[in-house]
């Protein structure tokens, strides 16, 4: 889940509303560093703890950073009071990241920290880094030029440790708490101007520097990105033919989490074949699954065309709660074929085998082929333990039947600045492909079945480029159906 820093929860405070409404309580344990303190009045632990997940930052000071570093966006990796204030929390979110800024704020008004371009990868060497700085201003104070201040020459810029943020004159999550350690020294500052001697953090982030990208040599996939490939791919799409004769179309199912773009990439597909942006499935941005039925969606090659040789079928979105969102029962019956079209989901009760939604003898027509987890690219880092778990325990599942597994990667122009200025640019992004690696180790599937796409959400008209992101991502799946196929 990575999350831009002016949106970030749309989703969580609806997720907080639904399981209130469910009277469920949970328990979170503080982070550490935050003994002893209160929480406010009428709000449980939980509450607290939700109530933090988005960026402390407001649009104006985010602003004032930006120019600072010279980037247009900054997206959060970890927030201390979220994450844990430890030095463990803090790697296990912001290791090799590329450019980071460290952002702390203290009770008297400042907002201080600290910027580097080096990885963080807890080598336990000192690093000189020309790009490195501290910085500080007042939120109380917005209008004075904030404080910025480079390394004496021939000195270390920071200590990559196992600890938090190592910048030797300032360091954070200083004896792994709610604490910075200051020593001007290598940077040279006064105290005063740079924290106002108040050393108790009330928080302290940080966030990936989105500049103008950091690109690759050479692209690590090669895509052909004229109108030439993207014919040739709907007519490849259009003439498939599976290796089961009795299989006129391969079933896919989408799962993911909510919000990531299940739904969207019917529609998008659907666009792309209908020649203009189309919506038939329901889409938007609320913190539960709107996908309340279990659908299968076929797609017809223009309006009187034939149809595809692919069913997509949408489930219910997952969801962090124990009974909340697609139960892995309801799953197992998706799998198998057992479940119709228009069930409506029940997470409270799975399917059960007297209701009339139930097929008792399915075919091979009506079981899943291939299944594909639909992962928001922002939200790879923010993806949380329990998340994480469920997307396991289906691979497992999903594994002992025997059905194929791709990872759609959505929402990569969102993702990185530099690929929504160039979609062509996907393959050649440093971030797109750390995170391929990071969803590809996550959930244990191979790097090459994780594929980028971008779905149409606010666009009127249809894009050449985003068009055959789409068209290989289904080929994709077409190929990965042929390997069910193969092991019959």
């Known amino acids: 889940m990575y999350y831009n820093v002016q949106n970030f929860l749309a989703h969580v405070f609806t997720e ?46 985010e602003q004032k950073l930006c120019s600072m570093l010279g980037c247009n966006r900054l997206s959060l990796l970890f927030k201390a009071s979220v994450h844990g204030y430890t030095g463990n929390a803090f790697h296990q979110k912001c290791d090799r990241q590329g450019p980071t800024v460290t952002v702390a704020y203290n009770n008297s008004g400042y907002i201080f920290g600290a910027y580097t371009s080096r990885d963080y990868a807890q080598t336990n060497q000192n690093f000189t880094d020309d790009k490195a700085f501290l910085f500080s201003f007042n939120e109380r104070e917005m209008k004075k030029d904030p404080l910025r201040v480079v390394s004496g020459a021939g000195q270390h810029s920071l200590y990559d440790g196992t600890g938090g943020p190592y910048f030797h004159s300032l360091v954070f999550l200083y004896n792994e708490a709610a604490t910075v350690y200051s020593n001007p020294g290598n940077y040279p500052f006064d105290p005063m101007e740079m924290h106002g001697n108040d050393l108790q953090l009330v928080e302290c982030e940080v966030y990936r520097v989105e500049g103008s990208g950091s690109f690759m040599e050479k692209p690590w996939r090669n895509v052909l990105w004229n109108f030439e490939r993207r014919k040739a791919l709907m007519d490849m799409i259009t003439g498939w033919t599976h290796g089961a004769s009795s299989v006129k179309q391969a079933r896919v199912l989408l799962v993911g989490p909510v919000g990531a773009g299940k739904s969207s990439f019917f529609n998008s597909i659907n666009s792309v074949f209908k020649g203009y942006v189309s919506s038939q499935a329901n889409t938007g941005s609320a913190g539960t699954s709107l996908t309340t039925q279990f659908r299968t969606y076929s797609v017809k090659a223009g309006k009187e065309g034939k149809l595809l040789p692919i069913t997509l079928c949408d489930s219910m979105g997952l969801e962090d709660g124990l009974n909340a969102g697609l139960d892995i029962d309801d799953f197992t019956s998706i799998l198998r074929g057992h479940m119709q079209d228009k069930y409506w989901f029940n997470p409270s009760m799975p399917l059960q085998p007297e209701s009339n939604s139930f097929l008792r003898e399915p075919s091979l027509t009506d079981r899943i082929h291939t299944m594909v987890y639909v992962i928001d690219a922002c939200k790879v880092k923010l993806l949380s333990d329990r998340m994480i778990e469920k997307l396991v325990a289906i691979r497992r599942k999903a594994n002992q039947m025997g059905v194929p597994q791709l990872v759609l990667l959505t929402k990569v122009d969102e993702a990185c600045s530099s690929v929504a200025a160039d979609l062509k640019t996907v393959y050649q992004s440093l971030y797109i492909h750390k995170m391929v690696q990071e969803i590809s180790a996550d959930l244990g599937v191979s790097m090459s079945a994780v594929v980028p796409v971008k779905n149409y959400s606010q666009e009127l008209e249809l894009d050449p480029q985003t068009d055959i992101l789409l068209l290989n991502a289904v080929i994709q799946m077409l190929r990965a159906t042929e390997g069910f196929f193969d092991d019959l």
């Open 16 to 61: 907080q509303l639904n399981r209130n409404r469910k009277r469920r309580r949970v328990s979170i344990p503080r982070p550490a560093g935050s003994a002893g303190q209160e929480e406010p009045s009428g709000l449980s632990q939980f509450q607290v703890t939700m109530s933090v997940v988005t960026s402390r930052l407001s649009r104006q000071q």
